[in-house]
């Protein structure tokens, strides 16, 4: 599989619809970013069908993805710029109500990078080898070393990652750790108390 390694922004930007999770709105943040249309295009159509696996209830009665659309629209700030499949909500529509998405799952050794991290690799295992499927996951993979500095510093590096996708996706995702790097995170809470520890001198 042709995988390249993508821009990561740590700075993290505002939640427009908390809901859906901070992963859902890095994706789409980093699809408007994307220069040429068609590819962007491609990248949203993606965003879109995770989507409708991790929150079906967000489906229409028939199958449709109207409000997932629109929700994607509002998340991009109205800032993404693609031939839409159906007529989105427009700035001057939005609407304040928000519905809660419930959020369970039986508790695993993978419980440390989320339930929304894991149902991501599961649907993007299963999609048609693209651009924007290797984005994807390389996203998810930046997303998960983060998560690991945060939890365990000790075993946070690319292979153990990479691994943990693997065993995931049920091996539908393999990738080789001599030929592909990812960000490198710092762990602030190991800062913060080295600097705590420094003012007590």
Known sequence: ???????????????????????IQRMIDYCVAIEDKEERTRCAVA????????????????????????????????????????????????????KKIPYGGEVNRFRHYGRNIQLMIQEVAVM???VEKDQLIFLIANQMKKLLVMQNPELANDARVFMDIAEISDGKIQIDPENYRLNEYLDVTQQASGKKAKKKK
Request: aromatic share 8%; proline share 6%; with cysteine.
């Open 128 to 130: 048609d080898n693209c």
């Open 1 to 23: 599989m042709n995988m390249k390694i993508i821009p990561y922004n740590t700075n993290e930007s505002q939640l427009l619809m908390p809901e859906y999770g901070r992963n």
């Open 47 to 98: 965003i879109s069908e995770v989507m409708a696996t991790l929150f079906p209830s967000m489906l229409g009665d028939k199958g449709d993805k109207q409000k997932i659309w629109d929700h994607i629209n509002v998340m991009s700030r109205f800032k993404l710029d693609i031939e839409f499949p159906c007529e989105v909500i427009g700035k001057d529509q939005l609407s304040p109500e928000r």
